[in-house]
């Protein structure tokens, strides 16, 4: 691997240090990541805060929704990333519906998230109507990150993934949410302005995706960065690499050489 974990001589990033690191001004850099191998990547490079998030769904198990990730799935993808991180802040996105069974239940799945990945951190989508759970979640000593805006699990209820735009509404599941002890938010798909008087509004860091540059920090999913995911991406994505496109070449040039005759040659064989 070009990164190896160096266990408990670096540092971690903790979830106060987001709250300090929005206090002193210092952009936020927050990727998603589901496995050993990419985990180690992105920590490598220096991003404060991962999250494995239920985006994996639709990136690596190739549903339309996030809603069919179980617990048991995103605890034995979050393990994986934990293992490969020495720096970041591990974040796991709490499964739909783990956290609308109660507080009670709340705190059993995030427990286990917790207790069998070592991730630090969980996140759920919801403000007002989440209070509770956050309120119960951070008691236990669970660090949670809020999530408002578009909600991914509620796609169903909100007929499709679509720009965000009830300013009430949002303002008050942002402010529910840090009452509550959430240590931070993620503000999906809503207006620039929005986002930038949340901002300032809120003593916890925001972390955007698709809600403009006035954010404390950024979040994208890591294949949509890295260009892996088919088709058109959103328009808050930025392809940072066309992975996909060098992936497939790639392939293509070891069939060719395979059919070929052209590998394995001399340099790849034993005497
Ligand atoms: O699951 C996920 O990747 C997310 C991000 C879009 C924030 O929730």
Same mark, same amino acid.
């Given at each position: 691997?070009?990164?190896?974990?160096?266990?408990?001589?670096?540092?971690?990033?903790?979830?106060?240090?987001?709250?300090?690191?929005?206090?002193?001004?210092?952009?936020?850099?927050?990727?998603?990541?589901?496995?050993?191998?990419?985990?180690?990547?992105?920590?490598? @490079?220096?991003?404060?805060?991962?999250?494995?998030?239920?985006?994996?769904?639709?990136?690596?198990? /190739?549903?339309?929704?996030?809603?069919?990730?179980?617990?048991?799935? &995103?605890?034995?993808? @979050?393990?994986?990333?934990?293992?490969?991180?020495?720096?970041?802040?591990?974040?796991?996105?709490?499964?739909?519906?783990?956290?609308? *069974?109660?507080?009670?239940?709340?705190?059993?799945?995030? #427990?286990?998230? *917790?207790?069998?990945?070592?991730?630090? @951190?969980?996140?759920?989508?919801?403000?007002?109507?989440?209070?509770?759970?956050?309120?119960?979640?951070?008691?236990?000593?669970?660090?949670?990150?809020?999530?408002? /805006?578009?909600?991914?699990?509620?796609?169903?209820?909100? /007929?499709? =993934?679509?720009?965000?735009?009830?300013?009430?509404?949002?303002?008050?599941?942002?402010?529910?949410?840090?009452?509550?002890?959430?240590?931070?938010?993620?503000?999906?798909?809503?207006?620039?302005?929005?986002?930038?008087?949340?901002?300032?509004?809120?003593?916890?860091?925001?972390?955007?995706?698709?809600?403009?540059?006035?954010?404390? #920090?950024?979040?994208?999913?890591?294949?949509?960065?890295?260009?892996?995911?088919?088709?058109?991406?959103?328009?808050?994505?930025?392809?940072?690499?066309?992975?996909?496109?060098?992936?497939?070449?790639? &392939?293509?040039?070891?069939?060719?050489?395979?059919?070929? /005759?052209?590998?394995?040659?001399?340099?790849?064989? =034993?005497?």
């Amino acid at each position: 691997m070009p990164n190896q974990p160096k266990r408990g001589v670096t540092k971690r990033v903790t979830a106060p240090d987001l709250i300090a690191m929005k206090r002193a001004g210092r952009k936020i850099s927050m990727l998603t990541a589901y496995d050993y191998p990419l985990a180690s990547l992105v920590d490598g @490079a220096g991003v404060d805060a991962i999250l494995v998030g239920d985006s994996m769904s639709m990136v690596v198990q /190739g549903r339309q929704t996030t809603l069919s990730v179980t617990l048991d799935e &995103i605890i034995y993808h @979050a393990e994986m990333v934990e293992r490969a991180v020495a720096r970041a802040l591990v974040i796991v996105d709490m499964p739909f519906p783990t956290n609308h *069974l109660g507080v009670h239940n709340a705190i059993a799945a995030a #427990g286990r998230i *917790l207790k069998e990945s070592r991730a630090q @951190a969980v996140k759920l989508e919801g403000g007002v109507e989440q209070a509770e759970v956050i309120a119960g979640l951070s008691s236990a000593g669970v660090p949670v990150m809020a999530h408002v /805006g578009l909600r991914p699990q509620n796609v169903h209820r909100m /007929g499709g =993934y679509k720009v965000q735009r009830d300013e009430d509404h949002i303002l008050q599941d942002a402010q529910a949410a840090e009452e509550a002890g959430a240590f931070g938010i993620v503000l999906e798909c809503i207006p620039a302005p929005l986002a930038a008087k949340l901002t300032k509004t809120l003593s916890i860091p925001t972390i955007g995706i698709g809600a403009g540059p006035e954010c404390d #920090g950024q979040v994208l999913v890591l294949h949509d960065l890295l260009g892996i995911v088919p088709g058109p991406a959103p328009r808050f994505v930025k392809a940072y690499a066309q992975l996909g496109q060098d992936i497939q070449a790639a &392939i293509q040039r070891y069939c060719q050489e395979v059919r070929d /005759g052209e590998f394995p040659g001399p340099a790849h064989s =034993y005497k």
